[in-house]
């Protein structure tokens, strides 16, 4: 009883109670006050929709895009376990024959001369 009175180091850890109220232990379990508006104004019975929910109110930076044609980052790997949504838009972007020849096909604009002033009877069509 002496070794077990002289050894404190498992009652001198700080103690993990839950909070008193239920608002207190819900604010707890969704991270505090930063998610706050993050939560429906209605409670969500269906876990599935309120993950769902929650996953499409966080707010989720994507790389620049100079940066993501660089170098394939963190982005790409979450694209592929998502089930791979970023490849299957890249797919449906480059179609073959249809976005590239078109590019080619078209003429470039009319440059506008820099002196350019329209005259004054344009001008008081407009306005």
Not at 23 to 28: A, D, E, G, I, S
Not at 76 to 98: C, F, H, I, L, Y
Not at 104 to 121: A, C, F, L, W
């Amino acid at each position: 009883m002496k070794n077990q009175l002289s050894n404190t180091s498992d009652i001198v850890t700080t103690l993990d109670l839950a909070p008193p109220t239920r608002r207190l232990m819900h604010w707890k379990e969704t991270g505090g006050v930063e998610k706050l508006f993050t939560l429906p104004a209605r409670p969500i019975p269906s876990r599935v929709l309120f993950k769902k929910y929650q996953r499409n109110m966080t707010l989720r930076t994507d790389p620049e895009e100079g940066e993501a044609a660089s170098s394939p980052g963190p982005s790409d790997q979450a694209a592929s376990k998502r089930g791979g949504r970023k490849r299957r838009n890249e797919e449906a972007v480059n179609t073959p024959g249809t976005s590239a020849q078109a590019t080619q096909d078209m003429e470039p604009p009319t440059p506008v001369p820099q002196g350019y002033e329209p005259s004054i009877g344009m001008l008081s069509s407009l306005g």
